[in-house]
Every structure is written in C-alpha cells, then in structure tokens.
C-alpha cells in the first residue's frame, strides 16, 4: 500500500502542507487530512494541459488518493513521463472493463507497448483457433467510447485476501488469482469503476473521461490504440507501422506458450513448483537455436563485417561471444571489438543539451581511429587492441595483437553499430547488420504487460553497480540522457538491420530481483528519481526471487550478474 494513504478508519482532523510546484513556482497551502490530491490542485497547468496524476514527494500517486502528510506536490500531464505511464496504464484499465462487458466470451490480453499506444489481441479460452471478427471489434470499440464519454470515476477499493480470491475466481479472472495465489497479504488493492474491478498495480487517471482522444484499429494479428498526441493532446498520436517489432514480439510469444510461461503468475508457479530449471534450460536453448541460425545466416552470405547494434542493456557483449562461438563450430576466426572502447573521453565528449557529456552521441566515439583499426584488420593487417578504462574515463591501448585471416570475420558490438556514420570507410555490401532488443511477452496478467524499457534498466542498474562502481541513482541520472539518445541514434536505423534479435529471458527479472532491490532502497524521497524507483520496486514486488546459481554460465544474463564463462 502507498506510504501516501492510510486505512479508511484512521480519520484524523488536523491542519498539513503542501507546497505546490507548478511552471510558475511553488505556493504554500493548508489542508485538512485525509483531503483528496486533485482537490489542491488546479484541473489543468498554466499552459492548459489537464492534470491526470501527481507527484507527492516524488512518488507518482492518483488524484484520487487522500492525503495524510505534509508533503511537495506537483501535477502530471501527459508531457510528463510519470504522466504518459499512468494515461497508458489507464487506458489497459478501461480495456478490460469494456472487453469485459461487450466481449465476456473473449479475453483480451495487453501484449506490449508501440510508439503511439497498446497492442492487444482476443483469444476465446475454450477456442484457441477464433479469429475475432470486424463486427465484434466494433462491439468492444463501441463500449470503449461509451466508457470514456460517460466519465465514470476510478476508485481505489481495499478488499480483505479472500474477498479479493473470491471475486476474480467468480469473475472467471485466472490471470488475478494465479498471481494472487503467490502472495499473502491481507488485504488486496483494487481499482473499482462502475462495478468492474482489477487489480491496482499502478496509479491510474481519477475518471474514465481524464483518457481524452484515441484511435482504434486492427494491425496483422491483433488491435492498436492509439493514444493522445504529448504534444497536442487533442488529437491521436500517428499511428506508425512496426512489423520488425510485433513479429519479434510474436515470435517471443510463441517461446512463451512453448514454456508455458506467459505471465508473471505462471513464472511464480514454475518457482513454487520446482520447474524453474526447466524453463531456464528450454529459455537458454531457445537462444542457442537463434545464434545457431544467425551464425548459418552470415556464413551463407559470406560476410566478413558483423554489426551487432541495439539500445542501452540489450545484451550486446554476450550476443557478441554466443555469436563467435558458433561462428567457431563452422570453422571460422571471429575477432570480436566493442566501440565503447573507442570512446574519445570526457575531455573531447559532446555535450548535451543539459550541460552535461552525451555518452550517446556518436562523436562520443574516436571514429577516425575506429575506421582505421576496422580497414586495417580487414585488410589483413595487424592492430593493437583498444580498450576504454571506465575509471580513468580515458583510452588505453595493450599488447594484445589483433590480426584478420582471409577467411576470418571481424564482429563489431555497439550502440551505433547500425549507424552508416560508424563505419563509413565500408561498403554496405560488405556487412551484416544485427539489431538488438529485449521485448520480453511477459506480463504481469492480462492488464499489465512488463515495460521493455523497465527490463532494460534493471539490466543496466545492476550491470552498472557490479561491474562500473555506479550506484543506482547515477543510473537514473543518466538514464533519460540515454533514452534520448536511443530516439536520435538507434532507433531511426534499426530497419537498417539484415536480422533482429530478442535477447530477452523470461525469468531474468526473477534473477535480477535480489541484486536490484537493495541499489533501489538506496533512493530516497527527496531525490527525482525516486518516482522511477518506486516504479521498478513495485514490478520486482511481483516476482518470486530466483536464485542466480541456475544461470548457466554463457547466458546473456551473465552479462549483468557476473560469472559468464564467455571470453574473448
């Protein structure tokens, strides 16, 4: 329960604060306890955007919610991050209610988030093989409009452990009740609107009318919505086709129904049952097979250059490794370099638009010495190895001689690696582009998919305190540098790629947990980043922890934990 409400018995009458926080300033107020967020604030900024959630203390709260602590609050709209989470998660929640109630033979599961909204299908449980048809989306589209036109009010309801149980077990909501089963506490937090109930995993808007404007159509094998336009939320974003993307995403939920682990309550299930080894040994093998592939893939084009780009904690180094070693069992040579060892340093790194270096950019990278070292090993030449020292910020150069036969191939592993700009000094023909991502299919239940940018940077968290010496909040300090710096760099030239590769392991959350949690405590209210702590503290609460003995030792989660057997 949010440390920023109490139990509905606890009704006090006494005098706090507030300092409001707004583009205008800060104003001090009086208020009663147990008053209501959005009643100290304004419906909408100065700037006429509504207000659909606040910050109190630097923890994302609903509008809704009573407040019983002096405290600095300031409202979200959609422009803000914290804003855009709580309008999407909203939006999954009305979803379902009206899924529910023009759909009830149907079950519509959030599959994952695309630039302009959800993606989401309709399975028909005692039918596997339905194929839902126009009539019938215009049935759900329908109630969805009447939803948000009626404006109905989201309430927060505290039900007791078996109310909870005994509601979604009626209700025919399997997905609650398996990931209910894996907790005890005593009393369960719901959304309640209308008489349709979920579970409240996060904070969502205060009335179904706050969801403004949406479009809604299908796409290949299920639906998209199109959510409010940030920068002019009167109007739907553009909806902007991916395919690359859903067909990674289908392809992963394939794996997940291979496993049979779909959701976060089935995981907590293989744990609980001992079939944890299982899934990790099958998640593992399914990774195998695609190395295998791609390894046959360049062997067959004959390439010489591999290119392995992809955001941020996409498992970039071990993909490189796993790569080598089946290159290997086909008889060939690889050479592996990474370009974060071509970094300039801060002395001659670009600044960013806040004053500080932008490790994202591309200048960050001594390109004049990359293209050399890279013409030179193709050309059959000997170099010697570069490597960047974190501590030091600054390039050394060792002993150690790389060398290409003619037989041999060079794989090159970095963010920008997809980028023409990155290796300018070879023809397109003569490389083989491989993006990166981590789309996991995992969701909480059929409400809540896991945020792949979330799996990303509990990655990096983790990877960053073990092996860089960062604690967390210097992770998320930098963290929207770099999330700025995937839109400008990396993203734009991922259809540049021959092949795309999910490196996501639907049990590495569960791993990640233990190691992740602590760096996260280390964040206190009265820091910024605490709203995102207090996000990834709340996803990790859902997972039972997995212990990290069962890695085997050349899995891309290594990488984050330590102890891989992979070297080069």
């Known amino acids: 329960m949010s440390n920023l409400i109490k139990h509905s018995d606890q009704n006090p009458c006494y005098e706090l604060k507030a300092t409001i926080i707004s583009e205008d300033g800060k104003t001090n107020v009086c208020f009663e306890s147990g008053t209501i967020i959005g009643h100290l604030l304004p419906v909408t900024n100065s700037s006429g955007e509504r207000y659909i959630g606040a910050r109190v203390n630097n923890e994302v709260a609903s509008l809704q919610l009573p407040l019983f602590i002096n405290c600095e609050l300031e409202g979200l709209t959609i422009k803000d991050d914290d804003g855009w989470y709580i309008l999407r998660r909203s939006m999954a929640f009305i979803m379902q209610m009206a899924a529910v109630r023009s759909l009830p033979e149907w079950q519509l599961k959030i599959r994952h988030t695309v630039a302009t909204g959800l993606f989401f299908t309709f399975e028909k449980p005692m039918d596997p093989t339905a194929k839902m048809g126009a009539e019938q989306l215009d049935t759900f589209e329908t ?77 290949e094998d299920g639906c998209v919505i199109n959510l409010p336009n940030r920068e002019n939320s009167s109007i739907p974003m553009e909806f902007v086709p991916q395919k690359e993307l859903i067909r990674v995403h289908r392809e992963h939920t394939h794996w997940g129904n291979i496993l049979g682990v779909r959701s976060v309550g089935e995981l907590n299930q293989a744990v609980f049952d001992r079939r944890i080894s299982d899934v990790i040994m099958m998640s593992e093998a399914l990774h195998n097979k695609k190395f295998a592939e791609l390894a046959t893939n360049i062997i067959e084009k004959d390439k010489r250059l591999v290119l392995i780009a992809g955001p941020s904690s996409a498992g970039k180094t071990t993909s490189a490794k796993r790569l080598m070693t089946h290159l290997k069992v086909n008889g060939k040579t690889p050479v592996v370099i990474s370009t974060d060892d071509y ?137 929207q540098s770099v999330r700025r710096g995937e839109e400008r760099w990396i993203f734009p030239y991922q259809d540049e790629a021959d092949v795309s590769f999910n490196t996501a392991l639907d049990y590495e959350l569960a791993v990640l947990k233990p190691f992740a949690e602590p760096l996260l405590t280390d964040i206190k209210p009265n820091q910024p980043e605490y709203s995102i702590a207090r996000r990834l503290q709340m996803l990790l609460r859902s997972f039972h922890s997995i212990t990290p003995s069962a890695v085997p030792g050349d899995s891309i989660l290594r990488e984050y934990i330590g102890g891989s057997l992979l070297k080069y």
């Open 343 to 479: 970094f300039v340093g801060d002395a001659r790194n670009p600044i960013g638009p806040d004053g500080k270096p932008d490790y994202e950019h591309i200048n960050a990278l001594d390109l004049d010495n990359f293209n050399e070292h890279l013409t030179s090993l193709l050309a059959g030449k000997k170099i010697c190895r570069r490597i960047f020292n974190f501590l030091t910020k600054k390039p050394e150069f060792t002993k150690e001689e790389l060398q290409l036969n003619p037989n041999d191939i060079l794989i090159v592993e970095g963010i920008h690696g997809l980028n023409p700009m990155l290796t300018e000094a070879v023809p397109r023909e003569e490389k083989f582009l491989i993006y990166l991502s981590a789309l996991t299919q995992l969701g909480i239940d059929d409400s809540h998919s896991v945020s792949t940018t979330d799996n990303r940077l509990i990655r990096r968290i983790v990877r960053d305190h073990l092996f860089r010496g960062h604690p967390a909040i210097r992770t998320l300090e930098l963290w």
């Open 143 to 219: 109630e969805l409009r009447r939803l948000v036109a009626k404006d109905y009010p989201i309430l927060r309801r505290m039900l007791s452990y078996e109310e909870a149980m005994t509601y979604f077990s009626s209700e025919g909501r399997h997905d609650k009740v398996l990931l209910l089963q894996h907790h005890n506490t005593p009393f369960v937090a719901t959304l309640c609107c209308d008489g349709f109930m979920d579970l409240h995993a996060f904070p969502v808007v205060a009335s179904t009318g706050s969801l403004g404007v949406f479009s809604f159509m299908p796409y």
